[in-house]
């Protein structure tokens, strides 16, 4: 993973966006089990998404931004965002303004889960900036509506070479692009052809390409069959949900959105609204985010130590929250899993 380059000493400062509906809760967890490696950590909230709007009358407002921008690094709850009306998406805002060019999602499965496939273990790394979600769309008569799906050769090309970096450095063995270039033969098209000139300068990794329907089929059926995936925007959503999925669910799905020299962490599920307020939401993803954000600050030992703490909870299987079969609130798991991080 692309790390901060800074001279900067300890502690690091970190832009905190707490977000929508659970947001708050998890946000909190996960400031517990960070807290708990001793890592200096500082943390400068703002606020975005539903509150914002009802402050500021925009749901992400200047000053998020520019705290980002400044602290290079972001630990962010998740956000609401509309469906079929309402204001654009708030996370394709802010990594379309910050040129958060890289979505990273570890897909792996964690002992004491009950899953199909118990080995999986993928990284799924999607392009973040253009294809369909350019958000490009207008009415050309009424009744019919135009999207313009964008893919450019510079955008892939960074891309694949973050993909390859990656499997590099994570000691990977295959890179596999997914695509539906025997449909749409120029954009996707000149996806793979950037993939390719990549591919053939680092030789050690494994390259092939699937069709995403097929690609959709082989996840399903043989997911051990996948170590890193590289797609396009949209795929990427969906391949990584679906992905999610195998491994006990979006509760387990930490992110990572990563630019030049600034990245944003996340969980890559939604506010869950239905839920919010009764503090029972699993924290793990977010957790999990934060793992993934002390690996980028250079902290690998901290983040490791969050791994094995989850791991050890869960395979202990005695503080659950609801969605896991347990009865613990998301701070008691918190709790545990911080508890393990400090022994």
């Given at each position: 993973?692309?790390?901060?380059?800074?001279?900067?000493?300890?502690?690091?400062?970190?832009?905190?966006?707490?977000?929508?509906?659970?947001?708050p809760?998890?946000v909190?967890?996960?400031?517990?089990?960070?807290e708990?490696?001793?890592?200096?950590?500082?943390?400068?909230?703002?606020?975005?998404?539903?509150?914002?709007?009802?402050?500021?009358?925009?749901?992400?407002?200047?000053?998020?931004?520019?705290?980002?921008?400044?602290?290079?690094?972001a630990?962010?709850?998740?956000?609401?965002?509309?469906?079929?009306?309402?204001?654009?998406?708030?996370?394709?805002?802010?990594?379309?303004?910050?040129?958060?060019?890289?979505?990273?999602?570890?897909?792996?499965?964690?002992?004491?889960?009950?899953?199909?496939?118990?080995?999986?273990?993928?990284v799924?790394?999607?392009?973040?900036?253009?294809?369909?979600?350019?958000?490009?769309e207008?009415?050309?008569?009424?009744?019919?509506?135009?999207?313009?799906?964008?893919?450019?050769?510079?955008?892939?090309?960074?891309?694949?070479?973050?993909?390859?970096?990656?499997?590099?450095?994570?000691?990977?063995?295959?890179?596999?692009?997914?695509?539906?270039?025997?449909?749409?033969?120029?954009?996707?098209?000149?996806?793979?052809?950037?993939?390719?000139?990549?591919?053939?300068?680092?030789?050690?990794?494994?390259?092939?390409?699937?069709?995403?329907?097929?690609?959709?089929?082989?996840?399903?059926?043989?997911?051990?069959?996948?170590?890193?995936?590289?797609?396009?925007?949209?795929?990427?959503?969906i391949?990584?949900?679906?992905?999610?999925?195998?491994?006990?669910?979006?509760?387990?799905?930490?992110?990572?959105?990563?630019?030049?020299?600034?990245?944003?962490?996340?969980?890559?599920?939604?506010?869950?609204?239905?839920i919010?307020?009764?503090?029972?939401?699993?924290?793990?993803?977010?957790?999990?985010?934060?793992?993934?954000?002390?690996?980028?600050?250079?902290?690998?030992?901290?983040?490791?130590?969050?791994?094995?703490?989850?791991?050890?909870?869960?395979?202990?299987?005695?503080?659950r929250?609801?969605?896991?079969?347990?009865?613990?609130?998301?701070?008691?798991?918190?709790?545990?899993?911080?508890?393990?991080?400090?022994?």
């Amino acid at each position: 993973m692309a790390k901060k380059k800074s001279t900067k000493k300890s502690p690091y400062t970190i832009t905190l966006i707490p977000g929508d509906g659970i947001g708050p809760e998890i946000v909190q967890a996960t400031l517990t089990v960070l807290e708990a490696t001793g890592v200096p950590l500082e943390f400068e909230e703002v606020v975005a998404g539903e509150a914002a709007l009802a402050l500021y009358g925009d749901p992400l407002p200047d000053n998020v931004l520019a705290s980002i921008h400044d602290r290079k690094v972001a630990l962010k709850g998740p956000l609401t965002t509309p469906v079929g009306r309402g204001f654009r998406s708030i996370n394709v805002r802010i990594r379309k303004a910050l040129d958060l060019y890289a979505n990273l999602r570890p897909i792996r499965t964690f002992p004491g889960v009950e899953v199909p496939y118990p080995r999986v273990d993928m990284v799924i790394i999607r392009e973040n900036t253009e294809d369909l979600y350019s958000g490009l769309e207008h009415v050309v008569v009424p009744g019919v509506v135009e999207s313009l799906k964008v893919i450019t050769e510079r955008a892939s090309l960074r891309i694949a070479e973050f993909a390859f970096r990656i499997a590099e450095q994570w000691n990977r063995k295959k890179v596999t692009s997914i695509h539906k270039a025997n449909i749409m033969k120029l954009s996707d098209g000149l996806f793979l052809e950037a993939v390719r000139k990549v591919a053939i300068h680092h030789p050690s990794i494994e390259y092939e390409e699937l069709i995403v329907d097929n690609a959709a089929m082989q996840m399903v059926m043989n997911p051990t069959r996948f170590d890193v995936v590289l797609t396009e925007n949209l795929y990427g959503d969906i391949m990584s949900d679906l992905a999610a999925g195998l491994v006990g669910g979006l509760g387990f799905a930490p992110s990572a959105n990563i630019g030049e020299d600034v990245a944003v962490f996340e969980a890559v599920h939604g506010s869950a609204p239905d839920i919010a307020g009764k503090n029972i939401a699993n924290p793990i993803a977010l957790i999990l985010a934060g793992a993934l954000m002390l690996d980028w600050l250079g902290e690998r030992k901290a983040a490791e130590s969050i791994r094995r703490a989850v791991e050890i909870v869960l395979r202990e299987g005695k503080i659950r929250t609801p969605d896991l079969g347990g009865t613990a609130s998301t701070q008691e798991l918190a709790r545990a899993i911080a508890d393990r991080v400090r022994s």
